[in-house]
Every structure is written in structure tokens, then in C-alpha cells.
């Protein structure tokens, strides 16, 4: 974790790419700690772990594979908790490839826990086959249906109609997710910022964490209420 100097205004929950502590897309709290200083402030920065590929999703039948249930559950609960009597921040998701689809998944399934959802060249907005990995860790069928991120987007439009809750981002390998993702947020009426300024390699890269920290922050002042208001 990246603790901030100053009182903490946030939590951002940057989600991972790998199981485990792979690094072979790099190092999310290593290129975070890289970025300019006004971009960290005031931020708690998280970088959760698990043992199978993280989609963030809870298989059928396994109870040693609740990934989705250990984030909310288990995850946001502890970090909240170190902040001792501090009032609760706001809970934000970060995320890019496999880690921007389950931003965008956790953000429709638990609107009033997450705030905001910014993602990076995110996996699974287009139509093509689900992954491999995706089908091994929800178990069968009808999960991958309830995890289908444009499925999720419809089903809970709704909820995410009210704010401009969500930055899309790219472009790194995954341009044709950006545009059906852009395109399919546009007809279902949801407010976000769709954003093509941060070509980077696909990997965790300050590249593209700088531009989608920038949208997280702006989104974050046009959903919640100033700082001042926050502290009443």
C-alpha cells in the first residue's frame, strides 16, 4: 500500500492483471509511487492479491475461488479499517486489461460502495469470445453471463445514470474494446469520459496512470461533494 502524507481524501484500489505477485505486466504500486506528487495526494493506494487469475469474480462451486466476495468483504473492510475514526472516504477502482473489466463489473454490481471506476484499455467491452482464464474462474455458463461487463452495464444503467461516474481510456492493444465500450455506454445513456490520450505499452505504465488519475480525480469532484462539505 501507498500511504499519503496528508489526511487521506480516498482510497484508490488499483486492481491486478496477474495471480499472485506477478510482475510480468509490472508493478502497480511501483509505477503509482512514480507519478507527480498533487496526483498521490491525499490518496491511499491498494493493490490486492489472489491466487488465481484475478477477474474479480466468484466461481460457482469453489469457496477458495470468492475473489469478488474477498474484495468486498475482506479487502475494502481492512483497508478502511487502518484508518482508525477517520470518517469513511470514498472507495475508488483503478484498473487496466483484465483489471479495467472488473472495474467496470465491481463498479455496476456495488454502486454504492465503489464511487468511481477509471480504466485503462480495458478487456471484454467488445464482442469476441470470453478468455479462457475468465471461463476457468467463474466455473461454468450461467456465471459468465452474470460477469458479462456489457451485460452488467445494461442491466444496472440505471443506477450509473445519474453522474459521470466512469473514465474509458486508451489506447494500448485493446482499441476495438475502447470504441464498443465507448459506443455502448453512449446508447445505454451513461455519463463518463472517453479518452484516447494515453497510448502506452500494456502494462502498468505512469504512460497511462497519469491521464487516468487525472479523470479519477475530476470524476470524483463532479460525483461527491467538495472537501469542506465531506468534513461536516
Not at 505486466?25 to 503509482?32: D, M, N, R, V
Request: glycine share 8%; net charge neutral.
Amino acid at each position: 500500500m501507498i500511504w499519503p502524507e496528508q489526511r487521506v481524501r480516498r482510497v484508490v484500489l488499483a486492481l491486478p492483471v496477474e495471480k499472485g505477485d506477478g510482475r510480468k505486466y509490472g508493478h502497480s504500486l511501483a509505477e503509482i509511487g512514480r507519478l507527480p506528487a498533487h496526483l498521490r495526494e491525499g490518496t491511499v493506494f491498494a493493490a490486492p492479491t489472489f491466487s488465481q487469475s484475478p477477474w474479480l469474480v466468484n466461481h460457482a462451486t469453489r469457496a477458495d475461488c470468492q475473489q469478488e466476495d474477498h474484495l468486498v468483504r475482506v479487502v475494502v473492510p481492512t483497508v478502511l479499517a487502518l484508518l482508525g475514526g477517520q470518517d469513511r472516504p470514498p472507495v475508488h477502482l483503478l484498473g487496466f486489461s483484465k483489471g479495467g473489466f472488473a472495474a467496470l463489473n465491481l463498479l455496476t454490481r456495488h454502486p454504492d460502495l465503489f464511487a468511481v471506476a477509471s480504466v485503462w484499455d480495458a478487456s471484454l467491452l467488445s464482442d469476441r469470445p470470453p478468455h479462457p482464464q475468465l471461463a476457468e474462474v467463474v466455473g461454468c455458463t450461467a456465471r459468465l453471463d452474470e460477469y458479462d461487463v456489457r451485460q452488467n452495464l445494461r442491466r444496472h444503467a440505471r443506477a450509473l445514470q445519474g453522474a459521470r461516474r466512469i473514465a474509458l481510456g486508451g489506447i494500448g492493444t485493446l482499441e476495438a474494446d475502447w470504441t464498443a465500450g465507448r459506443r455502448l455506454l453512449e446508447a445505454l445513456g451513461i455519463p463518463h469520459d472517453a479518452y484516447r490520450d494515453a497510448s502506452a505499452d500494456h502494462r502498468w505504465d505512469t504512460a497511462w496512470l497519469a491521464p487516468a488519475i487525472q479523470h479519477l480525480l475530476a470524476l470524483e469532484a463532479g460525483f461527491l461533494p467538495g472537501p469542506s462539505a465531506r468534513e461536516e
